[in-house]
């Protein structure tokens, strides 16, 4: 397999691992509302197979 090298985006060194801080350190904004949009959806997948559930009585 090739190796591309991309001059805008080189591969990360230990160096670079060592420096990274987590996203919501970074970004606590964004994080903040990633995490509120994965909780909302989860939510709604509950809520929904809830509602499709084979037991539950048609209309």
């Known amino acids: 397999m090739t190796r ?7 591969e990360w060194t230990e160096k670079d691992f060592k420096k990274a801080r987590p996203a ?5 904004k964004l994080a903040k509302k990633v995490r509120q949009k994965a909780q ?3 939510q709604t997948i509950v809520r929904r197979r809830r509602e499709n559930r084979v037991d539950k009585p048609h209309k």
Do not use: I, T, Y
Not at 24 to 28: G, N, T
């Open 4 to 10: 591309m090298h991309d001059k805008e985006n080189p």
């Open 24 to 28: 919501p350190e970074v970004l606590p």
């Open 40 to 42: 909302a959806k989860s």
